[in-house]
């Protein structure tokens, strides 16, 4: 069983930088990205920034240049660091871990509040 724990969330003011991270615990086989997704309140979850195994990264155009999507450890350990955080950067960020073996599997973690605000 894949199980997803973040940690780093929290308030910060704007312009102000945070950096969150997810451990994965359980089997990596057939991962294929590992991801960070975020909810607004009234508003449908999104994504903001994917890694893959080799590498390559992708990000939302709302974050792009002020957030980094890196790993550790092959993926078991993803962070995301984000600076020149915005009042609109305020939302549940959940992690993501995208399996693609036999069939398609996502796994979530429970999320971290992030609260951009002075």
């Known amino acids: 069983q894949v199980q997803l724990v973040e940690s780093g969330g929290g308030l910060v003011n704007p312009g102000g930088s945070l950096r969150l991270s997810c451990r994965v615990l359980?089997?990596?086989?057939?991962?294929?990205?590992m991801g960070w997704y975020r909810q607004a309140p009234g508003k449908q979850r999104e994504s903001v920034a994917l890694?893959?195994?080799?590498?390559?990264?992708n990000y939302s155009d709302s974050v792009k240049g002020r957030f980094t999507i890196s790993s550790a450890n092959a993926l078991r350990t993803v962070y995301l660091q984000m600076s020149s955080l915005k009042p609109e950067d305020t939302a549940v960020y959940y992690c993501?871990?995208?399996?693609?073996?036999?069939?398609?599997?996502?796994?979530w973690g429970k999320g971290t509040l992030v609260t951009v605000s002075s």
């Open positions: 359980g089997s990596m086989y057939s991962i294929f990205a």
């Open positions: 993501n871990a995208n399996f693609r073996g036999i069939r398609t599997e996502n796994h």
């Open positions: 890694i893959t195994p080799h590498g390559t990264t």
